[in-house]
């Protein structure tokens, strides 16, 4: 039987108030408040997300996967509005999630801030509030998430993963893939080198790339580029593929990919792994979401 999954990202939750900006001063905050009030909140509108959001539903996957920058300035009360989003999206047991480079714009105390949105981001019978990566089982589905967000410099909008959660994703992986499951990676950069600008870029790229291709994976997916991509990568299991996922808020206009979210249908099919995508984007003209792409990885749509 197929499992089905749905992937989103970079929701950019709006609107951003004066108070998210002011109630607790930090100068990027100042700087990110004037980027939503001269482009971004033109560029990110709430009602595309919601209209995303039932498009999902209506198609019911088994799984949904969302791979960060849920919020725009990390302030507090940006937390507790998307938490509430999220809610309206999935419950955690059927909805995982890894956080974005947004959702760590500031330092925050966690209580106050990501560890509002803990069971999202937790492995299966897991006691520890923010430990990555965390793995979750769903039938022969193994979801990995991973934890790219790090507090940047006013002008980076990067990530690194570090020594330890590559360690111990490489441990993961191996020992998944002995017990043959399907191994799906979530982050929200670009993990592999060169797919976006340095001063955007995860610093461990290259080191994540050599793990992935020793230890094996299946499908990596993830957001942060706000268009689609994908890539391949030869693995020591085979041939996985690197999909990333444009905003899930973004306008329809000219230059702009517009809100947009990918269904996969994994199925086994003489004893290989078979992974179908699923292209879902709004038409702005309609408000409807509607197919603009379909067909299996590595047979009908390659990287």
């Known amino acids: 039987m197929s499992f089905t999954l749905a992937h989103f990202s970079d929701v950019h939750l709006g609107p951003v108030a004066i108070a998210d900006v002011f109630g607790d001063f930090r100068l990027k905050r100042i700087i990110g408040g004037l980027s939503w009030g001269l482009r971004r909140r033109a560029m990110h509108i709430r009602a595309h997300a919601d209209a995303?959001?039932?498009?999902?539903?209506?198609?019911?996957?088994?799984h949904i996967c969302f791979t960060g920058d849920l919020v725009n300035i990390a302030a507090r009360a940006e937390f507790r509005r998307g938490l509430e989003w999220?809610?309206?999206?999935?419950?955690?047991?059927?909805?995982?999630?890894?956080?974005?480079?947004?959702?760590?714009?500031?330092?925050?105390?966690?209580?106050?801030?990501?560890?509002?949105?803990?069971?999202?981001?937790?492995?299966?019978?897991?006691?520890?509030?923010?430990?990555?990566?965390?793995?979750?089982?769903?039938?022969?589905?193994a979801i990995i998430?991973?934890?790219?967000?790090?507090?940047?410099?006013?002008?980076?909008?990067?990530?690194?993963?570090?020594?330890?959660?590559?360690?111990?994703?490489?441990?993961?992986?191996?020992?998944?893939?002995?017990?043959?499951?399907?191994?799906?990676?979530?982050i929200h950069h670009p993990p592999l080198p060169g797919l976006t600008p340095a001063r955007r870029a995860l610093t461990d790229a290259p080191e994540l790339r050599e793990v992935l291709k020793d230890s094996g994976a299946e499908l990596v997916i993830h957001g942060h580029n706000h268009t689609t991509q994908i890539n391949g990568l030869d693995t020591a299991s085979g041939r996985a593929f690197v999909v990333g996922v444009p905003s899930a808020s973004m306008v329809d206009k000219d230059g702009h990919e517009s809100a947009q979210w990918h269904a996969y249908s994994v199925n086994r099919a003489r004893g290989k792994w078979q992974t179908r995508l699923t292209i879902r984007r709004l038409h702005g003209a309609t408000g409807r979401f509607v197919d603009v792409r379909s067909g299996i990885l590595g047979q009908d749509i390659e990287a």
């Open 52 to 62: 995303l959001r039932a498009d999902i539903h209506a198609q019911a996957p088994d």
């Open 86 to 141: 999220l809610k309206t999206v999935g419950t955690p047991a059927d909805l995982t999630m890894v956080p974005g480079n947004h959702d760590a714009y500031v330092h925050l105390a966690h209580d106050t801030g990501l560890g509002l949105l803990n069971p999202f981001m937790e492995g299966d019978g897991s006691s520890n509030d923010h430990i990555f990566p965390f793995v979750r089982l769903r039938r022969n589905i």
């Open 145 to 186: 998430g991973l934890s790219s967000a790090q507090p940047q410099r006013l002008n980076k909008a990067g990530g690194t993963l570090g020594k330890e959660q590559r360690t111990a994703l490489a441990t993961r992986l191996a020992d998944l893939g002995a017990r043959g499951f399907y191994r799906l990676v979530m």
